[in-house]
Each structure stands twice: as C-alpha cells, then as structure tokens.
C-alpha cells in the first residue's frame, strides 16, 4: 500500500490561486499581505491539513542559530577547485557577515536533502541534482540557485552570460587576425560548459569563420583533458593558431604542454581561458582570460537568501552578471 502523498506548498498554491511566495509570505505572518489573500491561504492549509516546515519557519523570521545551506555537486577535485572554492569564500563571507552560520553540502543528486537542517538553500548549478532543487521548492524551503540560469522552475538565481564569455573569446582571438580557432570545452552536461561553447561556435560563425570539427575537443574542466586535448592539436597537419580553454585550469594545462613540446606562447600558439584564476598570473605566460565574478556571485548570494528567509524579499531575483575579458601576454596576432 502507497503511503499517503505528502501535501505540499505547491498544492496550497494551487487551492488558494496564488503563488508559492504568497503562501510562504502567510505561513511566515509578513504583515503587508492582504487579508483577504491571508484568509484564503489558510483555507487551504486547513482544508487539505498542510503541516510547514517549522525549522524554515523560524528561521525565516529571523529567528537565532539561522543557517545558511550550500549544496554543492560533488566532481573530481572539487576541493581543489578554483570555481568551487571562489564560491565557498563568496558565500561564507556573505554568511560571516550576516552572523548566519553555513552548511556545506556535496551532492550526488540521488539522495534527498534534509533542508530542515537550514533556514535557505543556495544550489551551486543543477547537475543530475534537479529532484533536490524541486523537493526544497515543494517543501517551501527558501532556494536559490548560481551559475544557472533556471528557467523553469519558480526559484531565484544569480548567473554568469556565458554564452557572452564564450563569444568575447572568440572575438578577441579574431581581432587579432585568428582563423584557425580551436576550443577545449568544458563539462557540456553543465550549463555553464554548453553556453560558452555556443557563444564561442556562434562567433566564428558571424565573423564567417567554418567551425572545423578537428579543432574541437571535449574536455570536462579537469587538467588530464586539456593535456590529451593540446597533444591532439599540436599533431594536427594543420595545427591551430589559438585555443579557447573553457577554464583557467585547462588553459594552464595547454601552456604547459606547449612549452614541453618546444611550442612558444604567443609567438606559436595563442591561448585564452575563463575564469580568472589568480594561478594564471604566476606561470612563465600570465595567461588571458574571461573573469566571471565568483566571489561576488557567492557573497550576493548569501544576501538574496537572507532576505527571503526574513521575508523581505517576496518576488523572484534573476541576476545575469556580465562576464569581462581581462588581457595578458598569452595572445598575440598569428605568426603564420
């Protein structure tokens, strides 16, 4: 026999017309609510027993020991991740100055998460760990979710235009006389690794630039896949003149694997990353790149969550930051 279906926020939604803020705004007493708003949400609630979180309740009045919960994919490397740990400084910067205490969670996206233990939750991207998402917004879990753009779920987010960086890339590269533009991706199951690749293809294309499949590589991030990525391109007949890394890490990687194969950068090889990671500026090349602002990111973050745990914040915030192209010595025109 099926245990009985837990009623949700989203049915309480549903049966009052209004939208699940509304009905967090009443469960939580937020005094600007009209009444006659208030008295059909808690019909609703009465009439199919809706029982709410009270740990999400309490604290989203504000109440002492609020914390911050920070769900993380779990990936290879993760702690030794640039992306990752820029995030976790932005965010537990935000919480220390907040007086809120942080939560950190890494996810493989199969279990469900116990968002009782935290007044809000911050989703670093959705990989294979949409369930978790949904769950917290049924349960009427305070979310927020970063470096995606969710277009389809009724949750906050902060992004970064990818699809910008990815193009400002390969503009930059044109620019400076570039026709044979090859690209090491990033993980193209996340958001942020298909968008760069689309505003990267995109712009070659514009700039009526035929995207050769030899100079494509699908990489995922890591250092390995940049390593066996340069190899490919430098034994090419037709080597390319520059490559885009779809991160700093593997940008790093191809430098160094350039100079292990006698190849000079820039002079033989131009080579442009994203991310702005500080390890750029300290290797033989300070190397090009496209900065997303991940400190930043994080540390807003904490404050939109905030805000709706204490109910001040009532409506959907959709942030897109602007990504910028931070110039160094790893680029030049093209020798030949």
Do not use: W
């Amino acid at each position: 026999m099926k245990p009985p279906k837990k009623v949700s926020i989203t049915d309480v939604a549903k049966r009052a017309n209004v939208s699940i803020t509304t009905v967090s705004r009443v469960i939580n007493k937020v005094p600007t609510v009209d009444k006659d708003i208030v008295a059909k949400v808690e019909e609703a609630v009465a009439a199919l027993k809706f029982r709410p979180n009270p740990t999400a309740q309490r604290l989203a009045r504000g109440g002492k020991g609020a914390a911050v919960g920070f769900v993380i994919p779990g990936f290879p490397g993760v702690f030794h991740s640039f992306y990752a740990v820029e995030l976790m400084r932005g965010i537990g910067h935000g919480c220390e100055t907040l007086h809120l205490d942080l939560v950190f969670h890494i996810t493989d996206g199969k279990n469900p998460l116990r968002s009782t233990y935290a007044g809000g939750l911050i989703f670093a991207d959705i990989i294979e760990n949409r369930s978790q998402v949904e769950d917290a917004i049924e349960d009427g879990t305070p979310s927020l979710v970063i470096n995606h753009l969710v277009k389809d779920l009724e949750v906050s987010y902060i992004a970064v235009d990818n699809v910008k960086g990815g193009a400002t890339a390969a503009e930059y590269l044109i620019n400076l006389g570039h026709k044979r533009i090859a690209t090491v991706t990033g993980n193209m199951q996340t958001q942020a690794g298909m968008d760069r690749y689309e505003g990267f293809q995109k712009t070659l294309m514009k700039n009526g630039i035929d995207f050769d499949p030899e100079y494509f590589f699908k990489g995922d991030y890591s250092r390995r896949s940049a390593r066996d990525a340069a190899m490919y391109f430098f034994a090419l007949d037709n080597p390319p003149t520059a490559i885009f890394a779809a991160s700093d890490e593997m940008a790093l990687e191809i430098i160094s694997v350039a100079h292990e194969s006698g190849i000079k950068v820039p002079e033989d090889i131009s080579v442009i990353g994203f991310d702005d990671n500080p390890a750029g500026l300290f290797g033989a090349v300070a190397l090009t790149t496209i900065k997303q602002p991940l400190f930043e990111m994080g540390e807003e973050a904490v404050k939109i969550i905030n805000s709706i745990m204490q109910g001040k914040q009532t409506s959907l915030v959709r942030k897109v930051l602007e990504p910028d192209l931070i110039i160094r010595e790893s680029c030049a025109p093209p020798s030949s």
